[in-house]
T-cell receptor, first 112, second 114 residues
Framework: KQEVTQIPAALSVPEGENLVLNCSFT??????LQWFRQDPGKGLTSLLL?????REQTSGRLNASLDKSSGRSTLYIAASQPGDSATYLC???????????FGQGTRLTINP | GAGVSQSPRYKVAKRGQDVALRCDPI?????LFWYQQALGQGPEFLTY????????KSGLPSDRFFAERPEGSVSTLKIQRTQQEDSAVYLC????????????FGDGTRLSIL
């Protein structure tokens, strides 16, 4: 059974810092990995999707990497801004692709 | 604005009442998913549809939970005889098809059982 873990559960940093969020998964036979952002009281917004054949994906100040063999992904946020404050979730599809298995999220606070 | 739409946004019910939550997926999306998100946790899968067929309901926590998508578009999640542990945010997502297509999420329905 696939399990996804995110560390840390919460992170608070000053504005302008670069930071890394971690995601690990137990079954390395994944087809892709997706990073989401969730603002309070809102649904999930997809940030990046990395296919299993890819090593990383970039969108603006965000860079996500994937190491299937070690069961890890990282989300790198450059030059953090207060608007980046949110909960960040990673998810992988189960082997049948019928559902996403989520980590518990990292609650990120960027202090002005 | 053709995103996934969920209604109501907030629902308060007394324990024992029945509730119905609605999801309007993105037009043309074949697959529809329901997730339950407890406070401070990641979403957990409940059930999914491909068109009108419910292909997986393994995540439904009890037989009090029922979902349908009769015409392959709008879906309703019904919870009968609600209990306090049903309090959560219920998220709906849709995707163009299977084959590991990205899922697009609605804003959810926050259900509180008193």
């Amino acid at each position: 059974k696939q399990e996804v873990t995110q560390i840390p559960a919460a992170l608070s940093v000053p504005e302008g810092e670069n930071l890394v969020l971690n995601c690990s998964f137990t079954d390395s036979a994944i087809y892709n990995l997706q990073w989401f952002r969730q603002d309070p009281g809102k649904g999930l917004t997809s940030l990046l999707l990395i296919q299993s054949s890819q090593r990383e994906q970039t969108s603006g100040r965000l860079n996500a990497s994937l190491d299937k063999s070690s069961g890890r992904s990282t989300l790198y946020i450059a030059a953090s801004q207060p608007g980046d404050s949110a909960t960040y979730l990673c998810a992988v599809p189960n082997e049948g692709a019928q559902k996403l298995v989520f980590g518990q999220g990292t609650r990120l606070t960027i202090n002005p | 604005g053709a995103g996934v739409s969920q209604s109501p946004r907030y629902k308060v019910a007394k324990r024992g009442q029945d509730v119905a939550l609605r999801c309007d997926p993105i037009s043309g999306h074949v697959s529809l998913f329901w997730y339950q998100q407890a406070l401070g946790q990641g979403p957990e899968f409940l059930t999914y549809f491909q068109n009108e067929a419910q292909l997986d309901k393994s995540g439904l926590p009890s037989d009090r939970f029922f979902a349908e998508r009769p015409e392959g578009s709008v879906s309703t999640l019904k919870i009968q005889r609600t209990q306090q542990e049903d309090s959560a945010v219920y998220l709906c997502a849709s995707s163009l098809d299977l084959g590991y297509q990205p899922q697009h999420f609605g804003d959810g329905t926050r259900l509180s059982i008193l």
